[in-house]
């Protein structure tokens, strides 16, 4: 064995070219991962590698362009809002954005029950100055009481445990009762992913973990209060420009199957999933930023503290994807919204798996197109397979139940799938006042390691990039 490298790892095993020296490696290349790259080589001017599973950069930012029409529609990430001067990396990068509003949102909207498959004909959805004056009234609170500067863009301001304000561990119904702002629910639920990535009632999730997709600054930006940006020709093109950019820093398609990890020395073997092979990076310092999952975190030879730690995390399942079908309706959208919502329109909660409705992609006429959103809450589980399934039997019982014709045998097509992976990270009350956040924190730096990325903060991309500026300012000064 050479020295320097710890015992089970042996540099002797690989061939020099196969040898990666760097001073940071990054673990994923989606919103956090690649930015904090292009931050670490061009402004802190460390040498980097990014080990990226799939074969783009770029996390949940989906762009499909349309083979016949060449037009473009991004059914991942869709717009990007102004915090602090986030907004700038797109100049830095030299990627024109501009602006632009929700997709679909002047389609009349039809409510249906997709597990009933009908139509909801009396269902009168609150009035949109109601639910929009509770939105405003979420954003007084939260910046009236200093809950914006714990939440966003990470939680370095949140209270110790025992100190986090009650409000924050109520769960979002007691919440938002406490402030007679109930109003919110309905209009905020569909911006959530259904209850935050996945989870369905959120009645039942707590305040903090709403939050994160729902922080005050985006309620601004929903509120119309700040500008929507998306980068021209699809959001794709901005990744691709740091792909450009770090070159031969990148491993694609890559996964971490072994590593050691200790103060200034950190080694990992890699794997690339397309030809099996293997490599050795050798770094002084790591940066993960793929969600915290056991799975994810598997290979990185977590320490009895660290295991017990990541796994109080619960996460659900997203996929994205346009699909088409002759029966659904052109130029409208169809709404999941449970018949129980006739009586109550401030709860519109869906059970788990379920498909968040058929949105109409006007961008894409002439061609037939909607996009859609299935969750599931066992991110082990609900793979591709299972979230098709879901969108074939929401669409049998839409026609069932009469909302949409017959369906005469006819399958749902797929244009483009997306599996967006665990998300809607949130922890308990009993578990936060236990102090996991500021465990959490404490975490930032041990054995060489450093956490960034939406697990760990506010779950926008521009949130997340001046997360990434706190998080590297500790990273880079940090001695090995
Ligand atoms: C459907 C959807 C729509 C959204 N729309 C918006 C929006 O309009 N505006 C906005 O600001 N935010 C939006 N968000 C939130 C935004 O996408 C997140 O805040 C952001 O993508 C999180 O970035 P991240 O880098 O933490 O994670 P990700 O973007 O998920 O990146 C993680 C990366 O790591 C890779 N990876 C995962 N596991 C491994 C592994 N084991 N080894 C190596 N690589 C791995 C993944 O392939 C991925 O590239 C949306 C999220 C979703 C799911």
Same mark, same amino acid.
């Given at each position: 064995?050479?020295?320097?490298?710890?015992?089970?790892?042996?540099?002797?095993?690989?061939?020099?070219?196969?040898?990666?020296?760097?001073?940071?490696?990054?673990?994923?290349?989606?919103?956090?991962?690649?930015?904090?790259?292009?931050?670490?080589?061009?402004?802190?001017?460390?040498?980097?590698?990014?080990?990226?599973?799939?074969?783009?950069?770029?996390?949940?930012?989906?762009?499909?362009?349309?083979?016949?029409?060449?037009?473009?529609? $991004?059914? +991942?990430?869709?717009?990007?809002?102004?915090?602090?001067?986030?907004?700038?990396?797109?100049?830095?990068?030299? &990627?024109?954005?501009?602006?632009?509003?929700?997709?679909?949102?002047?389609?009349?909207?039809?409510?249906?029950?997709? %597990?009933?498959?009908?139509?909801?004909?009396? #269902?009168?959805?609150?009035?949109?100055?109601?639910?929009?004056?509770?939105?405003?009234?979420?954003?007084?609170?939260?910046?009236?009481?200093? #809950?914006?500067?714990?939440?966003?863009?990470?939680?370095?301001? !949140?209270?110790?445990?025992?100190?986090i304000p009650e409000d924050l561990l109520l769960?979002?119904?007691?919440?938002?009762?406490? #402030?007679?702002?109930?109003?919110?629910?309905?209009?905020?639920?569909?911006?959530?992913?259904?209850?935050? +990535?996945?989870?369905?009632?959120?009645?039942?999730?707590l305040t903090l973990?709403?939050?994160?997709?729902?922080?005050?600054?985006?309620?601004?930006?929903?509120?119309?209060?700040?500008?929507?940006?998306?980068?021209?020709?699809?959001?794709?093109?901005?990744?691709?420009?740091?792909?450009?950019?770090?070159?031969?820093?990148?491993?694609?398609? %890559?996964? &971490?199957?072994?590593?050691?990890?200790?103060?200034?020395?950190?080694?990992?073997?890699?794997?690339?999933?397309?030809?099996?092979?293997?490599? !050795?990076?050798?770094?002084?310092?790591?940066?993960?930023? &793929?969600?915290?999952?056991?799975?994810?975190?598997?290979?990185?030879?977590? $320490?009895?503290?660290?295991?017990?730690?990541?796994?109080?995390?619960?996460?659900?399942? %997203?996929?994205?994807?346009?699909?088409?079908?002759?029966?659904?309706?052109?130029?409208?959208?169809?709404?999941?919204?449970?018949?129980?919502?006739?009586?109550?329109?401030?709860?519109?909660?869906?059970?788990?798996?379920?498909?968040?409705?058929?949105?109409?992609?006007?961008?894409?006429?002439?061609?037939?197109?909607?996009?859609?959103?299935? %969750?599931?809450?066992?991110?082990?589980?609900? $793979?591709?397979?299972?979230?098709?399934?879901?969108?074939?039997?929401?669409?049998?019982?839409?026609?069932?139940? =009469?909302?949409?014709?017959?369906?005469?045998?006819?399958?749902?097509?797929?244009?483009?799938?997306?599996?967006?992976?665990?998300?809607?990270?949130?922890?308990?009350a009993? $578990?936060m006042r236990? =102090?996991?956040?500021?465990?959490?924190?404490?975490?930032? =730096?041990?054995?060489?390691?450093? #956490?960034?990325?939406?697990?760990? +903060?506010?779950?926008?991309?521009?949130?997340?990039?001046?997360?990434?500026?706190?998080?590297?300012?500790?990273?880079?000064?940090?001695?090995?």
């Amino acid at each position: 064995m050479i020295a320097g490298t710890l015992a089970k790892i042996d540099r002797g095993d690989f061939a020099p070219a196969d040898i990666i020296e760097r001073e940071v490696a990054v673990i994923g290349g989606g919103a956090a991962g690649s930015h904090a790259a292009v931050r670490i080589r061009e402004y802190h001017r460390k040498s980097v590698v990014i080990i990226e599973k799939e074969a783009n950069l770029g996390g949940h930012v989906n762009t499909y362009t349309d083979p016949t029409t060449g037009k473009v529609h $991004d059914y +991942g990430v869709a717009m990007y809002f102004p915090y602090e001067d986030a907004l700038d990396f797109f100049t830095w990068m030299n &990627v024109n954005i501009s602006l632009t509003s929700p997709g679909g949102q002047n389609n009349p909207i039809r409510y249906a029950d997709f %597990s009933t498959g009908r139509e909801l004909a009396n #269902y009168s959805a609150i009035e949109a100055q109601q639910g929009l004056a509770a939105i405003q009234k979420f954003v007084e609170i939260t910046t009236e009481k200093g #809950y914006d500067k714990m939440v966003q863009p990470g939680y370095f301001n !949140l209270p110790a445990g025992k100190a986090i304000p009650e409000d924050l561990l109520l769960p979002v119904g007691e919440f938002v009762k406490k #402030y007679d702002i109930q109003a919110m629910l309905p209009f905020i639920y569909p911006s959530t992913g259904g209850g935050v +990535g996945s989870r369905g009632d959120f009645n039942k999730l707590l305040t903090l973990t709403l939050m994160k997709a729902f922080p005050p600054g985006w309620a601004k930006a929903y509120l119309g209060q700040l500008p929507l940006y998306a980068v021209d020709g699809g959001n794709q093109r901005l990744y691709d420009e740091i792909a450009t950019l770090m070159r031969r820093d990148v491993l694609y398609s %890559s996964v &971490v199957i072994e590593s050691s990890r200790a103060q200034g020395n950190i080694q990992l073997v890699t794997q690339s999933r397309s030809d099996g092979k293997k490599k !050795l990076i050798l770094a002084k310092k790591l940066l993960i930023a &793929v969600p915290p999952t056991r799975e994810n975190l598997a290979p990185f030879d977590l $320490d009895e503290a660290e295991r017990a730690h990541f796994s109080k995390a619960k996460y659900g399942r %997203s996929h994205t994807a346009l699909v088409s079908h002759s029966k659904l309706p052109e130029a409208a959208n169809i709404r999941n919204t449970p018949e129980s919502a006739v009586q109550s329109p401030i709860a519109p909660f869906l059970q788990t798996p379920f498909v968040m409705g058929f949105t109409y992609a006007n961008d894409l006429a002439p061609a037939r197109v909607h996009q859609i959103s299935v %969750s599931g809450d066992n991110y082990t589980a609900f $793979d591709e397979a299972a979230a098709q399934a879901a969108v074939q039997q929401a669409l049998e019982n839409l026609a069932k139940g =009469g909302t949409i014709p017959d369906l005469e045998g006819e399958k749902v097509k797929v244009v483009a799938w997306s599996d967006h992976g665990p998300g809607g990270f949130g922890v308990s009350a009993e $578990d936060m006042r236990a =102090g996991w956040m500021e465990d959490m924190y404490k975490l930032q =730096g041990r054995r060489g390691t450093w #956490y960034t990325g939406g697990g760990l +903060g506010a779950d926008f991309t521009t949130m997340l990039w001046k997360l990434n500026d706190a998080v590297l300012g500790g990273l880079v000064k940090a001695a090995v």
